[in-house]
């Protein structure tokens, strides 16, 4: 995705993965900070923990207690930014016709950052009312971690927020199992942030629904987007980015 977007661009910058334990990720801060990189972006399990590590926090990053783009200053400092809420609601506006969205109710299955970011952009985009499930209850989860046939009767978007069913992370089947897919209304959308595979057990759910449904593939192109904006100052190659990864998918 990025490199399509260099080569769209007509840069010569790289992007590569660095595989990062929690005692190496002060190290590779202070590496930002020195200019070995020109901007990073952070996956799990370090984007809450690496807020503590920066100079900045970004209302975007602090909104949501977790950043997924850090951004090297002219001075060497560092900024956070979350680009996650933002793709997420550019990539709901696509999904969701925009008449319908002050009218919907939304659940969020999840409490983690990408949970979080899902529940800023619902709010940003003015959505009438957001109910978060999760596996732990606390200030962020209203519901315990089970279907419930009455709320889903009344809920028009379901947002999959969780790790479960991505490559090498936990089974999908227990999320898709805390959804009364039955009592969701005939017009219902699902989202699931996963892009890989590109079908998970929750949107295949979805599908046997017969519900509008999205991975996070194209979530995916406008976080990356919009990280590549604030690391370069110049305006992203969206449609490159996402024909890079719709070949790769």
């Known amino acids: ?8 661009l007509g840069l010569p910058h790289s992007y590569e993965a660095l595989r990062t334990t929690v005692e190496q990720l002060p190290g590779v801060i202070a590496e930002l900070r020195g200019g070995t990189y ?3 972006n952070v996956t799990v399990p370090h984007k809450e923990r690496v807020l503590a590590l920066v100079d900045f926090v970004d209302d975007s990053a602090r909104t949501t207690r977790a950043a997924n783009t850090l951004v090297r200053t002219s001075d060497g400092r560092v900024r956070a930014y979350n680009t996650d809420a933002p793709a997420l609601a ?6 969701v ?7 919907t109710r939304a659940l969020v299955l999840g409490s983690g950052g990408a949970a979080r970011a899902a529940g800023s952009a619902l709010h ?6 957001v109910i978060v499930r999760a596996r732990t209850r606390n200030d962020f989860a209203a ?7 009455e709320s889903e009767t009344s809920t028009q978007l379901v ?6 069913g991505m490559l090498g992370a ?28 590109p079908e998970t057990p929750f949107l295949r759910a979805a599908r046997n629904r017969g519900l509008r449904h999205a991975n996070g593939l194209g979530m995916l192109a406008r976080q990356g987007a919009l990280a590549l904006e604030l690391w370069l100052g110049v305006q992203a190659p969206l449609d490159a980015m996402l024909a890079a990864l719709a070949l790769n998918n």
């Not at 947002?159 to 479960?164: C, G, K, L, M, N």
């Open 1 to 8: 995705m990025h490199a399509a977007a260099f080569r769209a």
């Open 159 to 164: 947002v999959q927020a969780t790790s479960a």
């Open 124 to 129: 940003t985009l003015g959505v009438r009312e």
């Open 170 to 197: 936990d089974p999908g089947d227990a999320v898709a199992g805390v959804v009364a897919w039955d009592a969701l209304p005939d017009d219902a959308v699902a989202l699931d942030v996963i892009y890989a595979p």
């Open 38 to 40: 020109g901007g990073l």
């Open 90 to 95: 550019e990539e709901l506006r696509v999904l």
């Open 97 to 103: 016709r925009r008449t319908e969205l002050a009218r």
């Open 143 to 149: 519901q315990p971690w089970k279907p419930s046939r």
